[in-house]
């Protein structure tokens, strides 16, 4: 299709906004549904079948409330932190592949971009929690920080792996690399790297902990922090940080679909692209809600330990191994 | 590193494990009873409020107003009266009235009761906004509205 440049990124802009509004909502309605499956319950059944309008109900719900700024708080910054939570959320799908020709913008420098957009959502939170004058917000705030600039180290220390294996940095090239049956995913390749499934696991444990999900959800540590860097927010200002963090799920799982599941490459040859992409996707992101139901939360500093102490020497033992493998053979 | 390597390898197995217990749980069917919608029936031993036992020969109650319940009752519950009537051998009850505000279960009226005419109810939905609705229950009329 030659749709021209200026409307064929509009068209991109209202996607995504549309694909992070949907998922938003109906990953909540999933895990929701899932939490319950996976205590033996149903979920939600009351609103529409099966409760597939809850997403809507709660939406209204939450937009018909008062946005409450408390005395005493950094206006700006307090109202400000939803947006900039969301917003480069938004932006690394630009260069995220869902099919051979269904990309906003094919950028050389794709992975790297995700990953300096994904990590803006830190400072975004850490801002809610200071502007809050909250001590749980600020406790909260205190630990996304340390949380995720520890487990920022062995991400990118498995991004850099993973570069030295595919030599370029465009995601689109990397997914290319996959074509021709699931052998030639990187997930298999080990040839390149013995540990690769090892390499696969530390991303989606990163992933886990960079987007605040359980058991690492020590941002929003209901048991001991109310409801962490949140504890103030009303209305839609408390939405937006669910959908950031439903968003920031979805790219994690889109980046490793793209890294380690070879994106839109079918694994048989057969149906289009966008499905298997979408498919690897949810997947994934089933796997997430899995784990969320699954374990209970760390405490902080053995979320600390798993980072500094086992995630990063082995990340780094991945790379000198990789590197010694690339250089032998 | 502080954990030796077939620590961790034994510990993130664990941790798979655990994922399999899980996934197993999902594919179970449910078990939620959607209560208002369906709900539960009572074992036969549970202890709603008291009601009358009905005689099965003539339809009416057991009670011959004897007022053992009313002395055997712990918090003063139970007001009973009755009446001599004509060609019967017994007396009947005219008047049967449950405080359930203060009942506590204790099942001492049920235990006493020399023709075993009350029994526990099944009746657990019991809620409401006012106090009159428990604060006097009329077992005759209960009976008679139930006959109909």
Same mark, same amino acid.
Not at chain 1, 44 to 58: K, M, R, S
Not at chain 2, 50 to 69: E, W, Y
């Given at each position: 299709?030659?749709?021209?440049?200026?409307?064929?990124? &509009? #068209?991109? $802009? @209202?996607?995504? +906004?549309?694909?992070?509004?949907?998922?938003?909502?109906?990953?909540?309605? =999933?895990? *929701?549904?899932?939490?319950?499956?996976?205590?033996?319950?149903?979920?939600?059944?009351?609103?529409?079948?099966?409760?597939?309008?809850?997403?809507?109900?709660?939406?209204?719900?939450?937009?018909?409330?008062?946005?409450?700024?408390?005395?005493?708080?950094?206006?700006?910054?307090?109202?400000?932190?939803? &947006? #900039?939570? $969301? @917003?480069?959320? +938004?932006?690394?799908?630009?260069?995220?592949?869902?099919?051979?020709?269904? =990309?906003? *913008?094919?950028?050389?420098?794709?992975?790297?971009?995700?990953?300096?957009?994904?990590?803006?959502?830190?400072?975004?939170?850490?801002?809610?929690?200071?502007?809050?004058?909250?001590?749980?917000?600020?406790?909260?705030?205190?630990?996304?920080?340390?949380?995720?600039?520890?487990?920022?180290?062995?991400? &990118? #220390?498995?991004?850099?792996?993973?570069?030295?294996?595919?030599?370029?940095?465009?995601?689109?090239?990397?997914?290319?690399?996959?074509?021709?049956?699931?052998?030639?995913?990187?997930?298999?390749?080990?040839?390149?790297?013995?540990?690769?499934?090892?390499?696969?696991?530390?991303?989606?444990?990163?992933?886990?902990?960079?987007?605040?999900?359980?058991?690492?959800?020590?941002?929003?540590?209901?048991?001991?922090?109310?409801?962490?860097?949140?504890?103030?927010?009303?209305?839609?200002?408390?939405?937006?940080?669910?959908?950031?963090?439903?968003?920031?799920?979805?790219?994690?799982?889109?980046?490793?679909?793209?890294?380690?599941?070879?994106?839109?490459?079918?694994?048989?040859?057969?149906?289009?692209?966008?499905?298997?992409?979408?498919?690897?996707?949810?997947?994934?992101?089933?796997?997430?809600?899995?784990?969320?139901?699954?374990?209970?939360?760390?405490?902080?500093?053995?979320?600390?330990?798993?980072?500094?102490?086992?995630?990063?020497?082995?990340?780094?033992?991945?790379?000198?191994?990789?590197?010694?493998?690339?250089?032998?053979? | 590193?502080?954990?030796?390597?077939?620590?961790?390898?034994?510990?993130?197995?664990?941790?798979?494990?655990?994922?399999?217990?899980?996934?197993?749980?999902?594919?179970?069917?449910?078990?939620?009873?959607?209560?208002?919608?369906?709900?539960?029936?009572?074992?036969?031993?549970?202890?709603?409020?008291?009601?009358?036992?009905?005689?099965?020969?003539?339809?009416?109650?057991?009670?011959?107003?004897?007022?053992?319940?009313?002395?055997?009752?712990?918090?003063?519950?139970?007001?009973?009266?009755?009446?001599?009537?004509?060609?019967?051998?017994?007396?009947?009850?005219?008047?049967?009235?449950?405080?359930?505000?203060?009942?506590?279960?204790?099942?001492?009226?049920?235990?006493?009761?020399?023709?075993?005419?009350?029994?526990?109810?099944?009746?657990?939905?019991?809620?409401?906004?006012?106090?009159?609705?428990?604060?006097?229950?009329?077992?005759?009329?209960?009976?008679?509205?139930?006959?109909?």
């Amino acid at each position: 299709m030659n749709i021209p440049e200026p409307f064929r990124l &509009l #068209l991109f $802009l @209202a996607g995504t +906004m549309a694909f992070v509004g949907l998922n938003a909502a109906y990953l909540v309605w =999933v895990e *929701r549904k899932g939490a319950g499956r996976f205590q033996r319950r149903t979920g939600p059944t009351e609103v529409g079948y099966a409760g597939l309008l809850q997403p809507i109900a709660d939406a209204l719900k939450l937009m018909s409330k008062q946005l409450i700024v408390p005395p005493g708080v950094d206006a700006t910054l307090f109202r400000l932190a939803p &947006l #900039l939570v $969301l @917003a480069p959320a +938004m932006m690394c799908f630009v260069t995220i592949p869902f099919s051979e020709t269904l =990309v906003a *913008r094919n950028i050389n420098v794709g992975l790297v971009m995700v990953f300096s957009f994904g990590s803006i959502h830190v400072m975004a939170i850490m801002l809610g929690g200071w502007a809050s004058r909250n001590k749980y917000a600020i406790i909260s705030a205190a630990r996304i920080v340390s949380q995720n600039v520890a487990y920022e180290i062995p991400m &990118l #220390l498995v991004a850099v792996t993973l570069l030295m294996v595919t030599g370029t940095m465009n995601l689109h090239e990397i997914v290319q690399q996959q074509a021709g049956g699931f052998w030639n995913w990187n997930f298999f390749r080990l040839t390149a790297n013995p540990l690769m499934p090892v390499t696969f696991v530390i991303f989606y444990i990163c992933m886990l902990a960079e987007t605040n999900r359980a058991p690492f959800d020590m941002a929003e540590a209901e048991s001991e922090l109310v409801a962490g860097a949140f504890t103030e927010y009303a209305g839609m200002g408390f939405g937006v940080f669910f959908m950031a963090e439903y968003a920031n799920v979805v790219i994690g799982c889109s980046l490793a679909t793209v890294l380690f599941f070879g994106g839109w490459q079918s694994p048989i040859g057969v149906l289009p692209g966008v499905f298997w992409f979408l498919l690897k996707l949810y997947l994934l992101v089933f796997s997430v809600i899995w784990v969320r139901w699954t374990f209970p939360r760390t405490q902080f500093y053995g979320l600390l330990n798993l980072s500094w102490k086992i995630l990063i020497p082995l990340s780094l033992f991945i790379l000198v191994l990789t590197s010694a493998m690339m250089k032998l053979f | 590193m502080k954990h030796s390597p077939w620590q961790i390898i034994n510990g993130f197995w664990s941790l798979l494990t655990g994922m399999r217990i899980t996934l197993g749980q999902f594919f179970k069917p449910t078990v939620t009873v959607q209560y208002p919608h369906e709900s539960l029936k009572m074992p036969s031993r549970f202890r709603g409020h008291i009601v009358f036992v009905r005689d099965p020969a003539t339809g009416n109650s057991l009670c011959i107003a004897c007022k053992a319940c009313e002395k055997a009752c712990p918090s003063d519950c139970i007001v009973v009266d009755g009446i001599k009537r004509e060609g019967e051998k017994r007396k009947s009850v005219t008047d049967f009235k449950l405080d359930f505000t203060k009942c506590s279960l204790c099942g001492s009226c049920v235990e006493v009761c020399p023709t075993d005419a009350l029994e526990f109810s099944r009746a657990y939905n019991l809620a409401s906004t006012s106090k009159e609705q428990f604060h006097c229950i009329d077992l005759v009329q209960r009976l008679e509205t139930d006959k109909k």
